[in-house]
């Protein structure tokens, strides 16, 4: 008996040995798994944190008021949907925007409008400020690019499917080339495919781009140039029928962004030229047919 209650009790001794070896591996993965929460948890409350810690940095722009005098092509993008999105992420901070030819707005700052931001539609523009010394240079950023269109009224019968062929048009909208950069576009474009010199009797000249998609939308003239995106903001009441052909352009289509100099409003400014570099910013461009400059 005694030796049958030995043999009894070492089966017994073993079997707890073995369970006991048994439960350390999920105690193990237990105690790795609340550790894993932990870690997740506490990174988790750090990257709010900094988030918080990042708003709170925006808000100490406090109240202040900018001006971006911007080429009239940008507007519809800036009032719908950008300036909205940069006022929200800093709420002390009030956007003004005032859109014309890149080339008013060029004279009036260097006439003394008090712009914080110049935007414009054309390398031109910019270049001739900061050579002037109006443009704080470290700031400038060649943003996007667009492209320029031939355009007819919707629903128009026209032939016309070629920069080549807009000599056929009765009547004729083009930018100022003297201060509007898609009317420089076109002149050299109509320049290099030797059609500039004769449609000269048939062309009317608008002071920005805007007033030239108006009138190509209004009938009161059979085709017009204008940049893609103005062509895309009133789809219903024109049609694209050409893009500028290759080579007919010694350089892209591109919208340069700068803080101006004599900003009152210079962190401000910069958070705003900052602000349209982003991601978010590029996408909604995106959306009205610019694309990123390369």
């Known amino acids: 008996m005694k030796k049958q209650f030995a043999v009894l009790m070492a089966a017994m001794m073993a079997a707890g040995m073995m369970a006991g070896c048994s439960s350390k591996p999920q105690e193990t993965t237990a105690a790795a798994t609340e550790t894993e929460t932990t870690v997740a948890e506490t990174t988790e409350a750090e990257t709010e944190a900094e988030s918080e810690n990042a708003g709170e940095a925006k808000a100490d722009l406090g109240e202040q008021s900018i001006l971006v005098a911007a080429a009239a092509s940008l507007k519809n993008a800036y009032e719908d949907k950008l300036i909205p999105m940069f006022e929200e992420q800093y709420p002390g901070v009030t956007v003004e925007g005032t859109y014309d030819s890149s080339g008013k707005l060029q004279t009036q700052?260097?006439?003394?409008?008090?712009?914080?931001?110049?935007?414009?539609?054309?390398?031109?523009?910019?270049?001739?400020?900061?050579?002037?010394?109006?443009?704080?240079?470290?700031?400038?950023?060649?943003?996007?690019?667009?492209?320029?269109?031939?355009?007819?009224?919707a629903g128009s019968d026209s032939k016309i499917d070629s920069f080549e062929k807009i000599g056929d048009a009765e009547s004729i909208a083009l930018g100022d080339p003297e201060s509007v950069p898609a009317g420089q576009y076109a002149k050299e474009a109509l320049t290099n495919l030797n059609v500039w010199d004769g449609i000269q009797d048939k062309v009317s000249f608008g002071t920005n781009v805007t007033e030239v998609l108006n009138q190509v939308a209004a009938a009161?003239?059979?085709?017009?140039?204008?940049?893609?995106?103005?062509?895309?903001?009133?789809?219903d009441q024109v049609t694209v029928v050409a893009e500028a052909p290759e080579g007919s352009l010694e350089k892209k289509v591109i919208y340069p962004v700068a803080v101006v100099k004599a900003t009152a409003h210079e962190d401000a400014a910069k958070a705003f030229v900052d602000f349209l570099q982003t991601p978010e910013a590029i996408t909604v461009f995106e959306a009205y047919g610019f694309v990123a400059a390369q």
């Open 220 to 235: 009161s003239a059979d085709a017009g140039i204008v940049y893609a995106t103005d062509a895309a903001s009133m789809a």
């Open 109 to 153: 700052i260097e006439e003394g409008l008090e712009a914080d931001v110049f935007m414009s539609a054309a390398v031109k523009q910019m270049k001739a400020l900061d050579e002037e010394g109006l443009i704080a240079s470290d700031t400038m950023v060649d943003l996007l690019e667009n492209k320029i269109v031939l355009i007819v009224p």
